[in-house]
């Protein structure tokens, strides 16, 4: 299990409250999750993310801290391992990325090595040699591509936004790793399959067990006085239909100067190019609300 946390706004801002100034920023949760660090980060203008990898716990890696106080961006993705399938190993290390995507999962899916090899024949055979580690969570990765891709994502050029067709793509795919891991009986809770995938223009986030929340409006703002946007629709109560400033997406909320709300469980985000977005339960997705905290 692990943690995770991405943003994305319509300025580029500082992030490092959330990561290591907060009350329960990214790295005083990592004393928990202490198998590694990885953060991504979208620059104005460029398609490819810069990223930086550790296995070391955040907590306890400069590195981490320094790479926080100076990151500026419009689009970021951060998390902290706590292993459960792959070795402690740079290459299992989150977020993983391809084609201008980066992707981080919080969870486990429960007896993957005994249905790998149907995991990997549903993944479309071009993205199999880009697999470089042994964990659940990449393999996740592409099987999301690969689906988003039958729904009509085109995975190099995309749109502005998801395709129509996403929420059915990600109910079908989880439904069948949720039957498949339950018929290994290598555990009886279902798997865990939270994530986060942005190119930087887009972000889809997926709860499937365990927390998973966003918040779109503000408490207070350090930012408000910098801020160069006019209409500042980021305090009081969300509006659905307008151009938010930014959106967050955390395993567990980082401050209380941001207002969370949680996303439905078996549910999924999604936030277009021009910061519109969209929430929804997936259907045909059904079982108990919640079978563990995420740990």
């Known amino acids: 299990m692990c943690r995770m946390f991405a943003f994305m706004s319509r300025v580029s801002l500082k992030v490092q409250r959330s990561l290591v100034k907060a009350e329960n920023a990214l790295q005083a949760q990592s004393r928990g999750?202490?198998?590694?660090?990885?953060?991504?980060?979208?620059?104005?203008?460029?398609?490819t993310p810069r990223?930086?990898?550790?296995?070391?716990?955040?907590?306890?890696d400069e590195r981490f801290q320094r790479v926080s106080e100076f990151l500026t961006s419009h689009a970021v993705v951060a998390h902290v391992r706590k292993a459960t399938v792959g070795d402690l190993a740079i290459e299992n290390t989150h977020p993983f990325f391809d084609a201008g995507w980066t992707f981080c999962h919080n969870g486990t899916i429960f007896g993957f090595r005994d249905i790998e090899d149907e995991v990997r024949e549903r993944i479309h055979p071009?993205?199999?040699?880009?697999?470089?580690?042994t964990t659940d969570s990449e393999h996740l990765f592409y099987l999301v591509l690969t689906a988003l891709e039958k729904?009509?994502?085109d995975v190099e050029h995309p749109a502005g936004r998801v395709p129509d067709g996403t929420g059915d793509a990600l109910s079908e795919l989880m439904s069948w790793l949720r039957d498949r891991s339950l018929e290994t009986g290598a555990d009886e809770r279902e798997p865990?399959?939270?994530?986060?995938?942005?190119?930087?223009?887009l972000l889809l986030a997926h709860r499937f067990n365990g927390g998973l929340s966003f918040s779109t409006q503000k408490r207070?703002?350090?930012?408000?006085?910098?801020?160069?946007?006019a209409e500042k629709v980021c305090f009081g109560p969300r509006r659905t239909g307008i151009r938010h400033t930014h959106v967050l997406i955390a395993s567990d909320p980082t401050s209380p100067d941001d207002v969370w709300e949680e996303i439905p469980n078996r549910g999924w985000l999604s936030v277009d190019d021009e910061f519109r977005m969209h929430v929804q339960a997936l259907d045909g997705v059904t079982g108990p609300d919640?079978?563990?905290s995420g740990s």
């Open 33 to 47: 999750h202490p198998h590694g660090w990885g953060i991504a980060y979208y620059l104005a203008g460029e398609s």
């Open 290 to 292: 919640c079978w563990f």
């Open 126 to 133: 071009r993205f199999l040699s880009h697999i470089t580690g």
């Open 51 to 60: 990223q930086v990898k550790s296995i070391e716990a955040a907590f306890a």
């Open 192 to 201: 865990m399959m939270n994530f986060a995938l942005t190119n930087g223009r």
């Open 220 to 229: 207070r703002c350090a930012d408000f006085d910098i801020c160069p946007i």
């Open 151 to 153: 729904v009509g994502l």
